[in-house]
């Protein structure tokens, strides 16, 4: 998917994978991390959501939940970090980092509801009137009040599925006449999903019913004399959409791919943010006349079709492409069409959910500077890796 882009934008990523790899220092299924080059883009995304009043969280799920580079991000200027599940929350609270938004996508689980707000999460999303009581309690339990946020939908919203959740519009004045009957609990926004998605026919970041939902419910509590603070819409975050959301009077945005260039605008290598990550695996065998590599980091939405073939045979690399692979399937093995030389490195850039993956996560900085050095290996997980 971004194969062009990568080639385009930074190349230099290429050749410290590759060589990183030729020295045994980088195994097959990594994902390679240009950390110097994730700073930057979220330096130039923090500048344009200041420019907009736009506030920003982190994402840190597509780079595998890795604490290393959240930490890095957040002493930029970042809000906090938002957790889209319980075990993510738990990898950053372990490694000391703020948990700034919690519950969406995935609710506290009722055990952890205590923790979550005793450890001091500055706004959690709420799907239900059972969990908004369970938190009240919590917040009455710590001796403090929590900052709670509202999921909502109308019937013509697209959501992904999995994932449905949330508040129905034609209810939301009674529940928060409800929610506002609670000890403890302060409602200080609303949120949906996905507010804005990538519209392959016009090649444009577009807003989806979700986003005009949004501002819909926003505009029928400041009816009812209550005041929003906190406007959240979150998917597609990026230098481009920013300028979107804030005519729409979105207050946060929560970007992820946009850090490592992984967004569906960059296909061209064509926008502010650059690559920042790739894909390395190698040959594994040759079977009835086409390649197979090592699988582990296939993510079945990253729409991955190129690959870059680095022979032994040859100086440059050779472009190939990835046959279908069955995703109903183990990802052993990936399917490259053609027979390429046994223990030949291959290279893929997609977009990738690195958390639901079996891949490492190698972080590599000094790369621009040619002075490539591994500074930290993770787990898909957000684990550290020892050497």
């Known amino acids: ?5 990568l080639k385009r934008q930074n190349p230099a990523l290429i050749s410290a994978a590759i060589a990183l790899w030729q020295q045994g220092k980088i195994a097959p299924d990594s994902w ?12 130039r995304l923090l500048d344009v959501a200041g420019q907009h009043g736009i506030s920003l969280y982190l994402m840190t799920k597509q780079v595998g939940r890795n604490p290393w580079l959240a930490e890095k991000l957040l002493q930029l ?3 906090g970090i938002v957790v889209v599940d319980y075990k993510e929350s738990r990898v950053m609270r372990r490694a000391g980092l703020p948990v700034a938004h919690q519950g969406h996508l995935v609710q506290i689980p009722s055990r952890l509801v205590n923790e979550a707000v005793a450890q001091g999460t500055e706004v959690i999303t709420l799907f239900s009137l059972e969990k908004a ?12 009040e929590q900052n709670v946020m509202l999921k909502v939908y109308d019937k013509d919203d697209f959501l992904y599925p999995g994932q449905e959740s949330g508040f129905p519009l034609m209810y939301l004045t009674d529940v928060v006449n409800e929610i506002r009957r609670l000890p403890c609990l302060r409602l200080s926004g609303l949120t949906h999903f996905p507010c804005l998605l990538w519209d392959e026919n016009s090649a444009q970041t577009m807003p989806t019913p979700n ?28 230098c481009s959409s920013l300028p979107l959301l804030a005519e729409y009077g979105v207050t946060h945005a929560e ?13 061209k290598g064509d926008q502010p943010e650059r690559i920042a990550m790739l894909w390395l695996s190698e040959i594994s065998h040759n079977f009835r006349g086409d390649s197979y590599c090592y ?39 990936l399917p490259v069409a053609g027979e390429f030389p046994v223990s030949s490195a291959v290279i893929f850039c997609f977009r990738t959910q690195i958390f639901v993956t079996r891949s490492d996560v190698v972080l590599v900085s000094g790369i621009q500077r040619g002075v490539a050095e591994i500074v930290a290996r993770y787990d898909s997980l957000g684990n550290i890796l020892e050497d």
């Open 211 to 238: 986003l005009h939902t949004l501002v819909n419910a926003r505009r029928q509590l400041v009816e009812a004399g209550i005041a929003i603070e906190q406007l959240n819409a979150p998917s597609a975050s990026s």
């Open 255 to 267: 970007p992820g791919h946009a850090l490592t260039g992984t967004i569906p605008s960059n296909q």
């Open 133 to 144: 009581r369970e938190v009240s309690a919590a917040a009455v339990k710590a001796g403090c």
């Open 1 to 5: 998917m971004f194969i062009d882009a």
């Open 32 to 43: 390679v991390i240009d950390v110097d080059q994730v700073i930057e883009n979220g330096k």
């Open 295 to 333: 699988g582990g980091g296939y993510y079945r939405r990253g729409h991955a079709q190129n690959a870059l073939v680095f022979t032994p045979e040859n100086d440059a690399p050779i472009a190939a492409k990835l046959k279908p692979v069955d995703d109903s399937s183990i990802d052993y093995y």
């Open 77 to 79: 200027g970042y809000e």
